[in-house]
């Protein structure tokens, strides 16, 4: 089965200050990925997803993420953090082969104003 | 349209005892997933099922048993609850392009 890996457990920083986060998976078959938010005291919601197509997948509230196949990488990228954008974050990887879903242990984002 | 619920909110069991947690989705969805979460581990996938009547094992399933008579509904069993399965429990349900759509989540508490 597949499995990912999410780099940073928590990253701080302040407002307008850039941001990216890593994710690797490993599978060697056909997957769809996704990076989730979860706001807290709430359940995920999807930022982006990518199925195919252009690597460079834009989300809402200005997120960004690029897949990079040879790397097996997903980074989510924003140019400028707000301080409502302080909450955990979730990478995850489907296989279109079982339909198997998994998540990365999670980033905790902590914006300063 | 309420999307994904779940059923109940909140649960406090006492080790070996048994309970059912339920949800229900009404938008259609073939697949369904029961996930817990748990500090620094993200979610974990239990059991997930891709049509009525059919189930899977998911990352770590010992300990629950799930089932779906009915396309809508998906059930998670906990036979004989353990303090390890203090967690919160999340069901999700998924369109045709595997965009999960979460339940709020139940959190379950075993002493």
């Known amino acids: 089965a597949q499995s990912v ?11 307008a200050a850039s941001l990216e986060l890593g994710c690797n998976y490993s599978y060697g078959g056909t997957v769809n990925l996704f990076w989730y938010v979860q706001y807290p005291g709430q359940h995920l919601q999807l930022l982006l997803k990518y199925f195919s ?11 960004e993420a690029e897949f990079i196949k040879s790397k097996f990488s997903f980074n989510l990228r924003k140019p400028s953090v707000q301080w409502s954008d302080t909450a955990e974050y979730f990478c995850a990887v489907i296989s279109l082969n079982n339909n198997d879903m998994r998540f990365g242990a999670g980033t905790r984002l902590t914006v300063k104003p | ?13 006492k080790t070996g005892q048994s309970m059912t947690l339920l949800c229900a989705q009404d938008m259609n969805h073939e697949y ?10 993200g979610l974990r996938l239990i059991h997930y ?16 048993n799930v089932s779906r008579l009915k396309k809508q509904n998906f059930l998670l069993g906990l036979e004989s609850a353990a303090p390890s399965q203090t967690s ?6 998924t ?15 075993v002493l």
């Open chain 2, 49 to 64: 099922s891709v049509g009525e009547g059919t189930t899977a094992k998911g990352e770590v399933p010992d300990g629950y």
């Open chain 2, 1 to 13: 349209n309420a999307g994904v619920t779940q059923t109940p909110k909140f649960r406090v069991l």
């Open chain 2, 88 to 93: 919160v429990y999340f069901c999700a349900s």
């Open chain 1, 5 to 15: 890996s999410q780099h940073n457990h928590h990253v701080i920083l302040s407002e």
């Open chain 2, 95 to 109: 369109s045709s392009w595997f965009e999960q759509f979460f339940g709020p989540g139940t959190r379950l508490t």
């Open chain 1, 53 to 63: 197509g252009d690597p460079l997948v834009k989300g809402i509230k200005g997120f």
């Open chain 2, 32 to 41: 369904m997933y029961w996930y817990r979460q748990d500090p620094g581990m």
